[in-house]
């Protein structure tokens, strides 16, 4: 018997939200106003609070208060999570000749933002366990020229930072959390975004929280870096500044006020949605053990995975791809080829040359049906499917 349980469906979510994101979209039309107007304003506004909501003394939060000093993030709304991730990084310094840490498993952007500003990403390897950059292969990796890292908070797990923001202490570098796939995830009571020097967001309509289109956002804590990213978006101008006096050589990658206005109407359900994703995470959890599977670590004590993908690894993977795509049920492998192996990254000199746990990944990643709207009875039917592949080699 076939079903049919798509990787990911936004269509629930949309017949639930079409009343209020129709009148979103009126809203701003009969506004006239277009380009960094009240949406965008307000929308910075509320993701900044949601973020702050959601650390220290928020619902995922550890209850720890001694970070309350770290200050408020600034939210910078852009045209996309590329952007954000490029933006955030001259932000912060990074130009021609520098080097930057990136992991190699992860989607290419991350390590495309560092290229665009004439910089060099150095690759670097994942913890076999998290899939997030190993700290002690990111301290081999780092040379005299590095001057950043890009820890990616991977399918919403998120990385080590406590023994990242330690190597980037002892090394002086700027560190950038490439937060596209990690809304609302939480480390040891803070939330990702707000934990290194900044943070890249992506609203690609299929992410926890997705746009009608692309759209990105950039927070910091320091108003002057928030200030700098201000500029960086909106060709160089100052906030407030006269129209046509450019202080800097920024490029245009605001994000508009149609998507701000989509946006807003979405975040009010974030922390809903990411609740279901845990549930719909636990019940795989449940259900998949004992298998020959490597199940996604849930966290670690005062860590919250946001599940943007639930990904299993199995030596059979490809085996069991064809088996569930037989059987009508969605899957992806994400990534099949890392980003140091990418036709665009072969004439770039990698330092160090070999990424074993990043081949094993992706060799062996799977990502299963996961979003909000999906039930436990479709969860239960996928893992019957995994069940019967392994009894039926
Ligand atoms: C880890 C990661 N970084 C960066 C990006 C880039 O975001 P965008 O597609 O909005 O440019 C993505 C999105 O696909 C991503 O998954």
Redesign the pocket.
Known sequence: MTTNIPLLSLKAQHERLAPELRQAVVRVVDSGIFILGPEVKQFEAEFAAALRACGIGGSAGAGRTDFLTTGAPHAVGVS??????RVALEAVGVGPGDEVLVPSF??I??AT?VSALGASPVFVDIDPVTMTMNPAAAAAAAGPKTKAMVP?H?FGYPADMDELLALAAEKDLRVVE?C??AHLTTYKGRTVGTIGDAG?F???PS?NMGAAG???AVTVSDPELAEAVRQLRNCGRETGGPAYRHVRVGQNCRLDELQAAVLRVKLKYLPEWTAKRRAVALRYSQNLQGLPVFLPDPGRSGTNHTFHLFVIRCDRRDELARHLTEKGIGNGVYYPIPVHRQPAYMEVRIRPTALPHTEEACRTALALPMFPELELGAVDAVCQAIKDFFKHP
């Open positions: 996309n999570g590329t952007d954000a991730l992860t989607f952007a991350t933002a990616v991977l490439d596209a796939q890249a992506s609203f690609y992410k692309d759209a990105g």
